[in-house]
């Protein structure tokens, strides 16, 4: 049976949608605990300044091939990054600290990094480390960025080595206790399709009841893994589905590169109505709870009860964009836990990463509330 499409145009078709989730994020909710991984990396930023985007900087790199180029950039600076720390951080912003999240990832040989234990120890209930972090430079320009990522430490984070660190009693006790796992950048963890697989049938052999998990999924920048990694992954979506409530989650360019897995041609498509129409398309090949494709300026669902696109506060000149995603992510697993409807969620996920890439801060849900105000009166601004 067909399921509905809605497509929301702009911020004025959101007046209802945006009144209940004022309403719902203004509850009052138990608190909630659960595991993020598993990759860690040291991001170290650079601003480009001329040629200032992306648009600008590729044609001009082009032309230097097989000369030399020089570019002035300012160095902002290295920060704790990877998807998986970047994500667990706003989860525990999102939730204003009433939560516990559990870090497993690769922070560290043998013992976490002080960068890390800086940013996240006193957020999050506690580290695990697996392996040396590995290290990306950030390129940043005004439309976009580029990630120079040095991966070598990704391979050493596996299923065996997670057992080693954490230790079998502690993984199953974080089980037992868990509403949630957030599992993502699959793209630069080759044996992470392992963990997740295990993850979800340790929750199954602790007798964990079917469903009551939820299992974010994000897969990252993926083009370099070839078409058999894809085909695995995919093979081991049902059983964690099975298990788990699935929610599988795509920047645009993710989205158009799986649905080439399944024959879908959308590349250049970026129009609300093909996003939500790839969205669906993408579910009725995975065996997901729900798919989310999330462009610069808004996103769509796809779930049992239809498909849903919400515009989103775009920004056109974002303080950072490094860490957009993962706070989008974040904000979308948050209103999942909370048991908002497709359409809260997303409004959840895109307000989450709107405020983040004009303040550079994560946003809790009394946040989030402020931009959608600010943003459907017309006085939202660059910067926050």
């Not at 595991?35 to 930023?45: A, E, K, P, V």
């Not at 912003?93 to 990832?105: E, L, M, Q, R, S």
């Not at 649905?259 to 997901?288: K, N, P, T, W």
């Not at 409807?341 to 402020?370: K, T």
Request: with cysteine.
């Amino acid at each position: 049976m067909a399921t509905p499409t809605t497509i929301f145009r702009d911020v004025t078709a959101l007046a209802d949608a945006i009144a209940g989730f004022k309403n719902q994020a203004a509850a009052a909710q138990p608190r909630v605990s659960g595991l993020c991984g598993f990759d860690g990396f040291i991001d170290t930023f650079v601003r480009l300044q001329t040629p200032a985007s992306m648009a600008e900087f590729g044609p001009k790199v082009a032309a230097a091939a097989g000369i030399a180029a020089s570019y002035p950039a300012r160095h902002l600076g290295d920060k704790f990054g990877g998807n998986g720390p970047l994500f667990a951080a706003a989860m525990h912003d999102i939730h204003g600290g009433a939560i516990d999240v559990t870090y497993i990832g690769a922070m560290g040989a043998g013992e976490v990094l002080p960068i890390y234990q800086e940013a996240l120890g006193g957020k999050l209930k506690r580290l695990y480390t697996l392996a040396p972090p590995a290290h990306t430079t950030c390129l940043e320009f005004t439309d976009g960025k580029v990630m120079l990522c040095d991966m070598a430490a990704c391979g050493q984070v596996t299923w065996e080595r997670l057992l080693e660190c954490v230790g079998a009693a502690a993984l199953d006790e974080e089980l037992k206790a868990a509403s949630f796992i957030s599992a993502v950048n699959w793209g630069k963890l080759p044996h992470a399709g392992t963990i997740w697989s295990q993850l979800a049938q340790r929750l199954a052999d602790l007798a964990v009841p079917a469903k009551k998990v939820v299992f974010f999924m994000d897969l990252a920048e993926f083009e370099t893994r070839p078409v058999a990694d894809r085909e695995d992954l995919l093979a081991r979506l049902g059983p964690i589905t099975r298990q788990c409530r699935t929610m599988l989650s795509f920047n645009l360019k993710e989205a158009w590169q799986m649905g080439e897995v399944f024959g879908l041609a959308y590349h250049g498509r970026m129009d609300a109505d093909a996003v939500a129409e790839l969205a669906g398309l993408l579910r009725s090949h995975i065996a997901v709870d729900r798919v989310i494709i999330h462009p610069n300026d808004g996103a769509a669902c796809a779930s049992a009860t239809g498909t849903v696109y919400v515009p989103g506060p775009f920004c056109r000149e974002p303080l950072i964009s490094t860490g957009a995603g993962d706070n989008f992510g974040a904000g979308c697993l948050a209103a999942a836990l909370r048991g908002f409807d497709d359409a809260a969620l997303l409004l959840a996920g895109n307000c989450a990463s709107g405020h983040f890439v004009r303040s550079g801060r994560s946003a809790a849900f009394p946040d989030m509330a402020r931009l959608l105000d600010a943003w459907a009166a017309g006085t939202l601004g660059e910067r926050l």
